[in-house]
Structure formats: structure tokens, C-alpha cells
């Protein structure tokens, strides 16, 4: 008698150690969602005018954060500006309901400026474009132009004289956007 009660008691446990499992369930959150403070937003309508712009002030979910179901009833790209990539987003506003076009949505790969003493470091994940220009400049005079091409990553490494010392600055052209890093030596 006490088996058959220790065995409908570990059934009875193990019964409701499963149905818990059961019960969670696991949902892939889009990382578009996932906003950290300091990161920027932009909205722009269909006609490319920018409705709003400013950062993020908290972490969390954009869907909580911003309320775009307040925008007048329209097509709307929403771009979150992340430190190395940029995720750009397309929604559909109909009568205060906000439907995410997730067909359309884009993640843009920023590249990465380095300074090591005399040399400029540049690298770029390639996933969107196989191509950048690179310009530099000292003191807003362009020294050097360059046009790269790459397969998965692109990378170049520009060394400079370091006897001129002064105001440099570094311009990539890519995805249709530029990227500007400023620095001395």
C-alpha cells in the first residue's frame, strides 16, 4: 500500500512538473523590438519626411516605449541607429492599429572606425554591399580617396605620417548613407 501511494505521488509530481513545461512557450523576439538607452529613432513617412528623431531613453521593447499608433493612417520607416548596425523597419498605421511589414524590414551593418596611433582602422560587414568609399581628410582637405571592395568583410588599414599632427576625419560611403569618424593625432 505504501508503493502504490509513493508511485501515485511521484506520478502526481512528475504529471505536474510536465504540464508546467507545457505551459511556456518560447517566442522569437525580433531584435528590431529590443531598444537600448542612448540608441536613435527615426520616423519617416512615405514621402521620406521625418515625422519624429530623438534617442532612446530606456531599455525595452519599442512597441512600449513609443506609441506609433497615434500616427495618421499611412505607410511609416522606422530606423533604430545601434552602435554597429542599423535596423530599419517599414509599418503600416490603418485606423490606430500598428501592423509591423516584417518583409520589408533591413538591417544595415555600420562600419567600425579604430585609432592605433598613427593608423585608421576600418572595418565593414559586407552582408549588405560588397562595396565602400573611403575618403580622408586633414583638416577638412581630402588626402586620400579610395573605392573597396570585398566579399564577406571588407577591412583597410590607412597609415598615417605622424609628424603632421592636426584634425583628421573619416568618411565612408555605403548603403547609400556615410559614416563619419573625426579624430586628432
Known amino acids: 500500500m505504501k508503493t502504490l501511494f ?6 502526481a509530481v512528475m504529471l505536474g512538473t510536465f504540464t508546467s513545461y507545457a505551459n511556456t512557450t518560447l517566442e522569437a523576439v525580433p531584435s528590431f523590438n529590443d ?10 513617412d512615405a514621402e ?10 530606456f531599455d ?30 517599414t509599418v503600416e498605421i490603418k485606423n490606430h492599429q500598428v501592423n509591423f511589414i516584417n518583409q520589408k524590414s533591413e538591417k544595415i551593418f ?3 572606425f579604430r585609432i592605433e596611433n598613427d593608423r585608421v582602422i576600418i572595418s565593414k560587414l559586407a552582408l549588405n554591399t560588397n562595396e565602400m ?9 581630402l588626402i586620400y580617396n579610395e573605392i573597396v571592395n570585398g566579399d564577406d568583410i571588407i577591412n583597410r588599414v590607412y597609415k598615417l605620417d605622424k609628424t603632421i ?11 547609400y548613407r556615410q559614416y563619419v569618424e573625426t579624430f586628432q593625432l
Open 6 to 11: 509513493k508511485n501515485i505521488l511521484v506520478l
Open 48 to 57: 521620406g519626411a521625418v515625422v519624429f528623431s530623438g534617442l532612446v531613453n
Open 110 to 112: 555600420k562600419p567600425v
Open 165 to 175: 599632427k592636426g584634425n583628421y576625419t573619416a568618411v565612408v560611403k555605403s548603403n
Open 133 to 141: 568609399e573611403v575618403q580622408l581628410y586633414f583638416e577638412n582637405e
Open 60 to 89: 525595452g521593447d519599442i512597441n512600449t516605449l513609443y506609441d506609433f499608433s497615434q500616427l495618421h493612417d499611412g505607410v511609416y520607416v522606422i530606423e533604430i541607429n545601434k552602435a554597429f548596425e542599423i535596423e530599419v523597419n
Open 35 to 44: 531598444v537600448k538607452k542612448g540608441n536613435s529613432i527615426t520616423v519617416t
